[in-house]
């Protein structure tokens, strides 16, 4: 492993520790009293306090030092001074440990008194401090210019999702967006459970990938010596279990579909499914708009959610259209009774990329989602999809062709998808037989096997069932005005991460560092370069070496040219 010039420094300093005889990684419980939310909300003149956290920044003015304490909660102001800290002759604690061998990242606890500063800042007077953990990789360091820009702050999206640790750590805010993650499902749950319903859990590895229409992850189970597949749904084992006498079942299940990733999809998602026995499609609809009202509400106070440019109102009722509907009037075509062959000139017609392997339902799937669906900003049920589209739903009561299922459209996308269940066995085979054959035809998303056990279960009778399923992470992307999916999710997929160059130090390199190491503050770049007293050709050799390996930033502010370490 090669090191940087301060991960080496930092390194050097926790050695410096260990001879001093501290414990840079303590194991004892460190007992704290409050946080900085709760010392700002019942603050107290003189109030003794022992908190802990990050040391995010500093500023040291020979025998004291205001710096910035963050922890789970938010910053303080903390005030160090060396004769409060060591009120003996040795001043080794303050002037070796805290200013010399502590940085900008390090964990320590802190004892001490709450005093208001002459500028009206509330802040925390050290009387002790305790180092709880060194950190040995210096935390990204965002500058403010005299116009209250940030430069250089850990902004890169590719950068914060790989190591979402230090976004958390320099970009406060981002918790946010995963606190009202958590209210949200804290609020369904509460919805579900409020109505009677309860939580289970289904496999994550199956025999057979059922429930949507998908390209699954597969693996191997050793032992049994047969293929496994990632979950892709959870519906078929939620309905087993209606079939088993429950009256209403729900899970948030995570689920893996071995496709594309974009901004609204990731291989690895969370969906919550319900299914409630003796319900359609239409009571369904209604149980839907209330749960998200409430959820709304639970995350943001309010029924309504900025997302770009567009409000969202939250608020129930929801706009109802059909599928058949929505596409004669954003297309002028009406699809019903139309064959393969019509659709298939028509979407090829409208500029529709299409190909031989796609059957009716991908079809109109093309043409709603190409023309349509983008229209839909407010939340919309699009209703009574075609029966090609929906291998697992029952056939509308009265009209001919279509099934009795919506999906629920908010700016342009679906985030909710329901169904009067198929509960006929025979009518479920023969759906299972025609996506079979769409697989054969070679579409590589149409269901591959007929679930036997399923069919098995569905024979012993499952009663009348609405079931739901909701993509939470696109719901939260919502409520949150976060436009990509890896904002919402702590730990996106990425691609593999490229190793870093390895880069050979010479001497002139080394001096540079050196300089820039002396002092946390960026220098001047005339400045270095006249303090080295390299020759011209050596400075702009040592320099781009640097500044290619990563290890030296050059930025312009203002008129100002500086260089700092990376």
């Known amino acids: 492993m090669q090191l940087s010039e301060q991960e080496i420094i930092r390194r050097e300093k926790l050695n410096k520790l260990v001879e001093m005889g501290i414990n840079a990684f303590p194991a004892e419980e460190y007992q704290i009293t409050d946080t900085t939310e709760s010392i700002k909300q019942d603050f107290a003149e003189s ?70 500063t002459q500028v009206g800042e509330k802040t925390v007077l050290v009387k002790n401090f305790t180092l709880l953990t060194k950190t040995l990789r210096p935390l990204p360091q965002a500058k403010t210019d005299e116009n209250g820009i940030v430069h250089d702050g850990f902004t890169d999206p590719e950068l914060r999702y790989r190591q979402r640790y230090v976004d958390l750590i320099v970009n406060p805010h981002v918790k946010e967006t995963f606190v009202k993650r958590t209210k949200m499902y804290t609020a369904m749950r509460q919805f579900f459970n409020d109505a009677g319903y309860i939580e289970v859990e289904t496999p994550v590895l199956q025999a057979i990938p059922g429930g949507a229409a998908a390209r699954p992850f597969i693996t191997h189970h050793n032992a049994l010596d047969i293929p496994l597949y990632m979950r892709i749904a959870n519906e078929l084992y939620l309905k087993r279990l209606i079939v088993g006498g429950f009256d209403g079942v729900y899970e948030f299940s995570k689920n893996f579909r071995n496709e594309g990733m974009d901004r609204t999809h990731n291989p690895e998602f969370t969906v919550m499914e319900i299914y409630v026995a003796y319900k359609d ?89 190409e023309k349509c669906e983008g229209n839909f900003i407010q939340p ?107 904002e919402v999710l702590f730990f996106p997929q990425m691609k593999p991460e490229k190793t870093a160059p390895q880069i050979e130090l010479g001497e002139d390199e ?36 640097l500044t290619k390996g990563g290890l030296v930033k050059v930025e312009k502010i203002d008129e100002n040219v500086l260089m700092k370490l990376a």
Request: charged share 30%; proline share 3%.
């Open 47 to 116: 109030k003794q306090v022992k908190i802990a956290g990050r040391l995010m920044s500093r500023r040291i003015q020979g025998k004291a030092s205001f710096a910035e304490l963050q922890d789970s909660t938010g910053r303080i102001q903390v005030y160090f001074n060396r004769d409060e800290i060591c009120t003996g002759e040795d001043k080794t604690l303050y002037n070796d440990v805290y200013k010399h061998l502590l940085d900008i990242g390090d964990i320590i606890g802190i004892e001490g008194e709450l005093f208001t």
């Open 510 to 545: 080394k001096v540079i560092l050196e300089i820039l190491n002396s002092q946390e503050e960026p220098f001047a770049l005339a400045d270095v370069k006249q303090r080295s007293q390299l020759s011209g050709k050596k400075w702009d050799k040592a320099s781009k070496t």
């Open 281 to 369: 499609y239409y009571w369904m609809m209604d149980f839907t708009e209330r749960m998200i009202e409430h959820c709304a509400i639970a995350v943001n106070g309010t029924t309504k959610a900025k997302f770009g440019d567009q409000e969202i109102d939250f608020k129930a009722p929801y706009a109802r259209v059909s599928m058949t509907e929505a596409i004669q009037k954003y297309t002028g075509f009406d699809i019903t009774g139309k064959s393969e062959q019509e659709l298939f000139d028509f979407a090829k017609s409208i500029g529709i990329e299409v190909d031989e392997t796609m059957g009716k339902g991908k079809l109109i799937d093309e043409i709603f989602g």
């Open 380 to 486: 919309t049920f699009i209703t009574d999809y075609p029966v090609e589209m929906s291998p697992l739903t029952k056939k509308h009561r009265s009209q001919e062709g279509l099934t009795e299922r919506f999906e629920l459209m908010v700016c342009g996308k679906e985030i909710a998808n329901a169904y009067s269940e198929l509960n006929d066995p025979i009518d479920q085979r023969e759906r299972f037989e025609d996506q079979l054959r769409l697989a054969e035809k070679g579409d590589d998303e149409a269901g591959q096997f007929i679930d036997e056990d399923f069919l098995r279960a569905l024979e012993y009778g499952m009663p009348p069932t609405s079931g739901m399923g909701i993509g939470m992470d696109r719901l939260i992307m919502f409520l949150t005005n976060n436009p990509s999916i890896q």
